[in-house]
T-cell receptor
């Protein structure tokens, strides 16, 4: 059973507009969340993270929102650029259980159209 | 560039052969992780080391798989008697807090 779900396999956005990528989780032990970006034939690149004690974290064009009661998080990219086109993975950690085992979703492929 | 390097980048082997991959994290990374990624899936955790101690192992890590980090620096992942189902991208990551920084991966193809 998938504990981290990214229900949209793909997303297309016009350059300059906002991209919103969504992620849901089922395991209530997850308390630290990360987003990664992956280009073909490369390893995932860390983008931004958020602890469950926060509901928002911002880094430049990237903002992650966490809704603990809904077990939902989202990544906002504003403004979107063609170089943002990649597969985005949501990942979660149960740090309170002393585990460093990241559980990933299946990813969402973002295409930013010039 | 995360500074994490993996060798080789690609490996083609015949079923039944043994293969070994190497990962070199940066010196600041006291934790080292191995993941496996197949097409259309996110990376799946295999194992992790804190310095030279192997602290977590996934049930995906069958007895044909063994990982070592002998001096708390580089790590090796060996697969014995490879099977076609072992074909995947093997990813190594390093870190010293919760964030994990991935290398470029080793693409394994078992024919």
């Amino acid at each position: 059973d998938q504990q981290v779900k990214q229900n949209s396999p793909s997303l297309s956005v016009q350059e300059g507009r906002i991209s919103i990528l969504n992620c849901d989780y089922t395991n209530s032990m997850f308390d630290y969340f990360l987003w990664y970006k992956k280009y073909p034939a490369e390893g995932p690149t860390f983008l931004i993270s958020i602890s469950s004690i926060k509901d928002k974290n911002e880094d430049g064009r990237f903002t992650v929102f966490l809704n603990k009661s809904a077990k939902h998080l989202s990544l906002h990219i504003v403004p979107s650029q063609p170089g943002d086109s990649a597969v985005y993975f949501c990942a979660a950690l149960p740090t309170g259980a002393g585990s460093y085992q990241l559980t990933f979703g299946k990813g969402t492929k973002l295409s930013v159209i010039p | 560039d995360t500074g994490v390097s993996q060798n080789p980048r690609h490996k083609i082997t015949k079923r039944g052969q043994n293969v070994t991959f190497r990962c070199d994290p940066i010196s600041e990374h006291n934790r080292l992780y191995w993941y496996r990624q197949t097409l259309g899936q996110g990376p799946e955790f295999l194992t992790y080391f804190q310095n030279e101690a192997q602290l977590e192992k996934s049930r995906l890590l069958s007895d044909r798989f063994s990982a070592e980090r002998p001096k708390g620096s580089f790590s090796t992942l060996e697969i014995q008697r490879t099977e076609q189902g072992d074909s995947a991208m093997y990813l190594c990551a390093g870190g010293d807090f919760y964030e994990q920084y991935f290398g470029p991966g080793t693409r394994l193809t078992v024919t």
